[in-house]
C-alpha cells in the first residue's frame, strides 16, 4: 500500500480486469483441467512444491493470475520480469539473489518471466544453470507455443502448462461479480446490464476475461443514467466492444458454420457463398470464415490440387489488408476454387494417423543412426551401422533407404487417391517404385 495514496487514488485508477484479479485459487476463473481440486498443480502450489513450469495460452486465460497467486500463497522469494525488458544482467542479478537467499536464508526463489518465449539463446544460457541446480524455480509465462519459440534447454526442464480461451458462461459469471463488488468491482456505481448485453460482451471477447472487463468497464462509465439509473443495453455492449450482435441465434450460428463447411466439402460453390455471405451480413467476423476456408482447402481439397491452400491464404493476407467490403471479393473467388477443386482427404488423414502413433508409441526405437545430427552427438558407436545414402548421389534424385524408426518402418500414412494432382503423385511414387 502507498503512504501517500491517502485516498486510494491509485487502485482506483487501475483498469477492472487488474483490480478483479484473483487472489487466491478458490477465486481463480476457469482452467478446471488443471487447477482443479486435487489436480498435480494445486497439490504443488499448495504443498509450496511447485517446480519450474511454463504458462502457455492465449491473452486474459489467467497466466499472470496464477502466477501472482503462487508468489503470494509461496514461502520463497519471488522476482518478477518481462523478457522484452530485461537482459542478461537482470538474469544474473536475480540469479545472485537467489543463491543468497538459498544458503543465507534456506529460501527459494520464483523467477517469474512474462513473454518468455522473447528470451533469446544468450538470455535462456544465462539462467538454465540456476534452473538445473534449483536455485531458481522458473515460471515462464507465453502466448507463443513454448515447443517452437523458446529454447529447447529450457522447455524440456519445464513443465508445460496450456492455458484454454474461458467459456462464456466462465466470462459471464466474473462479469457479473465485477457489477456486485463494491470494494474492487462496479459496485458502486448500480449498474444494470441487460442479459443480452453481458452475453455479447462474453461471447465477443472469445475467451479474454481481459476483453470482457474492459468492454464491460466501458459500457457502464460512458452510459448516463437514466431515472438515476445506469442501464446498459445490448447497443451499448455493442459500442463498447465495437462489435454488433449477431443478427441470428447462436444455435443458428453454429449451423450457418456447418452448413458452410460441408458446402465447401461437398462442391456446391452456391451454397458455400450464401452462407458465407449470411454469416457476415449477420455480424460474423470475415476473417472466421476465411480462417474455415484456409482449413478446409487442405483437409477437404488436400493434394488434390496444393493450389486450393495458396488461394486460401492469398484471400486471408488480403482480406486482412483491405478489409470489408473489397477483401470479400478474393474471399468469394476462393470459396468457388475451392468448392470446384477435386476432393482428397489424404494429407488429412496421414496426419492424424501419423500424430496418433507419434502420441501413443514411446518405444519407437528411435532415429536409425545414419539419420541422426552428428555434430552434437556423443554416444557411443554413433556411426556404427548403415551409411546415409545421400539422394542427390543418384540419377533420379531419389534412393530407398529407411527413415522411420525400427518399431514403425512399415507404416503407411499417406496414400494418394486417384484424383486431381494425386494422379501425377501416384504416378511419381511408382516411377520411384514406391507404389504398385
Known sequence: MDLFDFNGNAEAAKPLAERMRANNLNDFIGQQHIVAPGSLLRRAISLDRLGSCIFWGPPGTGKTTLANIIAQTTHGEFIKLNAVQAGVADVKKAVREAENNLKLYGKRTYLMLDECHRFNKTQSDSLLPAIEQGTIIFIGSTTENPYASMTPAIVS???????????????????????????????????????????????????????????????????????????????????????????????????????????????????????????????????????RLAVHSAEDVGMADPRALQMAASAMYVLEKTGVPEGLIPLAEAIVYVCEAPKSDSASAAHFAAKADAENIRDDGGVPAYLRDHSYDSREGKAQGAKYKYPHDYPSGYVEQQYLPDALKDKIYYVPKDRGYEQTVRQIRRQKGKEQ
Open 157 to 291: 526442464r519445464c513443465r508445460v502448462f496450456e492455458f484454454k480461451r474461458l467459456s462464456t458462461q466462465d466470462i459471464m459469471g466474473a462479469m457479473q461479480k465485477a457489477l456486485a463488488d463494491k470494494r474492487r468491482g462496479l459496485g458502486t456505481y448500480g449498474a444494470v446490464v441487460d442479459e443480452a448485453a453481458l452475453r455479447h460482451i462474453a461471447v465477443t471477447a472469445g475467451g479474454d476475461l481481459r476483453t470482457a472487463y474492459n468492454a464491460l468497464e466501458l459500457a457502464v462509465l460512458t452510459t448516463p443514467p437514466s431515472e438515476g439509473v445506469i442501464r446498459v443495453t445490448l447497443s451499448d455492449a455493442e459500442q463498447s466492444i465495437q462489435k454488433k450482435s449477431l443478427a441470428y441465434s447462436e444455435d443458428d450460428y453454429y449451423d450457418y458454420l456447418s452448413a458452410f463447411c460441408k458446402s465447401l466439402r461437398g462442391s456446391d460453390s452456391n451454397a458455400a457463398l450464401y452462407y458465407a455471405n449470411r454469416l457476415i451480413s449477420g455480424g460474423c467476423d470475415p476473417m472466421l470464415v476465411a480462417r
